[in-house]
């Protein structure tokens, strides 16, 4: 009964390959966020999608692209891997955008290391 | 441009200690500042929402204050145990509230 999923937990793939990121949430909301967190720990927001529209796309290389086919999910594809690109992503929903102050909601990460 | 710092980066204090944790936000046209709690190798975990509205919000041992005028929110923790141990991430909606902006985190470690 896991409020937001992703898969997989752990993705170890080599420079120039192509690979995707899938996350689903069962409460109900509108709106889907991924976030990067780096090795320094810092979170930073990539994309947010509200009722499967792209509500912000925040200076990602064009190389990563999400897709909402519904509500429920947010997958993200990066394609021609980078060594730059290791990192936690993190998958979040809340009930609207921030302005809606309605708490996030966090999967427990994908580890994306790029050798 | 939305930018939030979190002072300190860490934190070491023995077991029964309250403590405060500090946040301080650049632009004060927030929707609302939320603090979260992250454990290693976990994802984060909502705390306490405060809308912009709001000056408190209080959760258990949790107590968080803000105040918009000054860009400054501030997360106290009564009574600390080694299980508060873990990062906090304080963040704040930026301008067009669409989104979570947050700090780097203070990583809190309390011995028993």
């Known amino acids: 009964d896991t409020a937001v999923s992703q898969t997989p937990k752990y993705l170890v793939t080599q420079m120039g390959n192509d690979k995707s990121i899938k996350c689903e949430q069962n409460?109900?909301?509108?709106?889907m966020y991924w976030y990067k967190q780096d090795s320094k720990k810092f979170l930073k927001i990539m994309f947010s999608y509200n009722n499967k529209e792209l509500i912000i796309n925040e200076t990602v290389p064009n190389r990563f692209s999400p897709k909402s086919p519904d509500k429920a999910h947010l997958n993200l594809h990066i394609n021609s891997l980078e060594l730059g690109d290791s990192a936690v992503y993190f998958c979040?929903?809340?009930?609207?955008?921030?302005?809606?102050?309605?708490?996030?909601?966090f999967g427990n990460g994908t580890r994306l290391t790029v050798t | 441009k939305q930018e939030v710092t979190q002072i300190p980066a860490a934190l070491s204090v023995p077991e029964g200690e309250n403590l405060v944790l500090n946040c301080s936000f650049t632009d004060s046209a927030i929707y609302n500042l939320q603090w979260f709690r992250q454990d290693p190798g976990k994802g984060l975990t909502s705390l306490l929402l405060?809308?912009?509205?709001?000056r408190e919000q209080t959760s258990g041992r949790l107590n968080a204050s803000l105040d918009k005028s000054s860009g400054r929110s501030t997360l106290y923790i009564a009574a600390s145990q080694p299980g508060d141990s873990a990062t906090y991430l304080c963040?704040?909606?930026?301008?067009?509230?669409?989104?979570?902006?947050f700090g780097k985190g203070t990583t809190l470690s309390v011995s028993s």
């Open positions: 405060i809308q912009s509205s709001q």
């Open positions: 409460l109900g909301h509108d709106t």
């Open positions: 979040a929903s809340s009930q609207g955008p921030g302005s809606y102050n309605s708490p996030l909601h």
């Open positions: 963040a704040a909606s930026n301008q067009a509230g669409t989104a979570l902006i």
